[in-house]
């Protein structure tokens, strides 16, 4: 079993959380992981990607090849699009319907959400209200979580589990914001 | 010891504690930050190894060659173009008896993602005439970094190990082994090892030169180079190095047959194992992550005896990162079946300075401060406020080096181009500005300097800064700029008419002028006040 995710985002929309949370609960579950992510001034409110691959055998390559990805978990709408290559002809997208315009060219959303439909079980996701209603807008990388945790090989208990120890340092109302935010996510496409 | 979840960063960090490291030291620099950052937590949480930033890479690896003369094992980490400023030190500690164990980490940066070149430092490495390790997964990390330090020990050199930003900043499972304890302090007892007079230096070079063929026989008999060869598919042997073999094996499975391979994770290259595999087969493609390094040795100036594939032959692209579908192509596979791009223009989404950003209410007094002067020059410097050369700021006209804006509008104002504005960071400053404002100090060069003081190294993740923000004018006046002429603003845009007239009075000023923009990342800010909040929350 080989399952490879595409992460996108945009720099400060918690990217690398999402995908640690996932790449966590998959170890937790057996199974081989490797977590290629960006730092630095790739970061700075610019596009995010992270490889994440998960096997029930040893890795090798740190980077998905085009083609292979399971799914694409995009944070933003113009972001999933950006990496479709990377999609096997069987992979999902589940993406968050709100977009960050934070450049002037920004396209036309409705073409970009109908191109999202475009491929088979797509998944949107209106993120930005989840996300509020669960009690911070900045738990919308959980809410994405959430969404994708019916297809990414792991336990809703363990996923539940690993934003639980996340969060906890920041205290018990972050954890519990989290928790309700991933919920949200789950409850919205299932 | 249970597995641990590493970035590669991280694993070269535990390698070094299990490894019984004294002391770590470095400059941050993507993609090599987070080796000290692993230590200066475990050193919080257990005392030891010591673990500082330092001003710049020069004064980290001297640190380190400290350590060693004192018979301990220390480790010095930066990044690719950090090893041209502390190349001084690296090229004579060669010729050094290295005592206790140095091992210096470089991590490139193939690609480009957070540098100004995609400089390869295995050349560095054979500069030196010194071993090199390559790893290519977080456990050979781990691994290396510890035999690194016995590597020292047993050649008394220090020895360098490469990593690519796909590995130090990817994470894996690493399975660790067990800690030693570190070194007593025992002193060098060969004075003259240390001291590179020319007589004892003559002697070391000789030395050193004479190691090379204890350097290759390491390498020939090293684990990290396996050979194989097979009899069946001769028509090609594949040599890969580093994190490359991780793409070839990605692809391995769909060969019709399994080449002849060597794979080198141990410098200087094994000559006789590549000769080896060269005379088995019929062709030979090279894998390796940055410059064609191992390539070009295959190819010399005289004909190989058989076809040689890589980043010169156009087998591979010349430039950027490897990837898994790059070596599928060089290996003649075709593309896997994926989906087509979506076909709608997506247009790029750079990285840029974040709403609220200091440096921004700089810019924009810099703007006003310069509008309707005919012909003004604007030199800058590494950190997030290169993004001022984009829109909509277009501030700033230049970026090559740590600290060279000082030095730079130095330069085109002795040239003649005036006024000559430099715009530098606070910790690019302390790490390579001081010295060039000496020079424009000690000629009253006719320039501006504005020194950008956010109080962090923003860019890398907002470390702290060698000096604390308070000490900066001190640092400027020390170095003899007029008092007249230095000044500490607030850089915030409700000054910003105030500011732009100041920096418009000293850019008018025919000497040497320093103006200091202060205010707080809002990144750092914004983190300290998270940090409170938690504090103050109720335990989970």
Redo the contacts between chains.
Sequence with gaps: MKYDIILAG??GQGVLSAGTII??SA?HEGL????????????????VLA?LRLADAP??????????ASMILSMEP??S??Y??????Q?AIVASADPVR??P???DLA??LA?IR??PGAVLVESGRLARESGSARATNMVMVGAASHRVPVSVETLEHFI?SL?????????ETNLRAFRAGRGASA | MADVVLLGDEAVALGAIHAGLTAAYAYPGTPSTEIVEYLIRHQAQHGRPLATWAANEKTAYEEALGVSMAGRRSLVAMKHVGLNVAADPFMNSALVEIHGGLVVVVADDPGMHSSQNEQDSRYFADYARIVCLEPATQQDAYEMTREAFDLSERFHIPVLVRLVTRLAHSRAAVQPGDRRPEHPVGKSQLPQGWTLLPSNARIQWRRLLERQQDFRSYAEACVHNPLVLNDRGRELGVITAGIARNYYAENLEELSFEPSHLHIGAYPVPAAKVRALVGHVQAVLVLEEGYPFVERMLRGLLAPPIPVHGKESGALPADGELTPDLVRAALGLPARPGRAACGLPLPPRPPQLCAGCPHADTFDALRIALDGIAQPVVTSDIGCYALGALPPYNAIESCVCMGASVGMAKGASDAGLRPAVGVVGDSTFLHSGVTPLMDAAASDADMTLVIVDNETIAMTGGQPTVLPPSRLEGVVRGLGVDPAHVHVLEAHHRHTAANAAVLRREIEHHGLSVVIMVRECIETAAIRARDRKAKDAPPA
């Design positions: 945009v720099g790449a966590s170890m081989a992981v490797k977590q290629s992510e960006v730092h630095g001034m790739s970061q700075r409110g610019g596009e490889h890795v090798a390559s740190d980077l998905i090849p085009l083609g292979a113009l972001e699009l950006r479709l290559e990377y999609l096997s002809p992979g934070n450049i060219d920004y396209p073409g970009l191109a475009g491929v639980e969060f906890r340092p920041k205290g018990a109302r972050v954890v």
